[in-house]
């Protein structure tokens, strides 16, 4: 039973991280120093993605739910909760692709706004 709570834990967490990867650009334009942990998690992020791998956090879920006498499954964290909601049909590597490149496009216009408000007005 604690182990298919871990599980399931891991879960949550690994769903907030995905979240974070995705609209943590968003939290940056509010609190900046944020940025030094959200770069490196939307790299990992997309390379995850783009790379067409699988994230260490399915692994740890699916271990603690073998342990937890649970059924463990043979598909990744994105397959497994999110293809339901963004591709009923299947997750293909050409749509994962496209989910990685859609994180860094939505990150990348955040930081853009970031940087612009950093920028000091020219000078006249």
């Known amino acids: 039973m604690l182990y298919l709570a871990l599980a399931d834990l ?4 690994h769903a907030l991280f995905v979240l974070f990867v995705v609209f943590g650009g968003l939290a940056v334009l509010r609190w900046r120093l944020l940025a030094w942990l ?10 995850i993605e783009v790379g067409g791998w699988t994230c260490p956090l399915t692994y740890l879920e699916n271990y603690l739910r073998k342990l937890g006498g649970g059924a463990a499954y043979g598909t ?8 339901p909601v963004l591709y ?10 496209r989910l990685g490149m859609a994180a860094l496009l939505v990150n990348f216009a955040f930081y853009a706004v970031y940087w612009c408000k950093r920028r000091p007005p020219p000078a006249p």
């Open 38 to 47: 959200h770069l490196p998690a939307a790299a990992w992020g997309v390379a």
């Open 88 to 97: 009923p049909i299947g997750l293909t590597h050409h749509a994962q692709v």
């Open 76 to 83: 990744t964290f994105i397959e497994r909760y999110l293809e």
């Open 10 to 13: 891991v879960v949550i967490v």
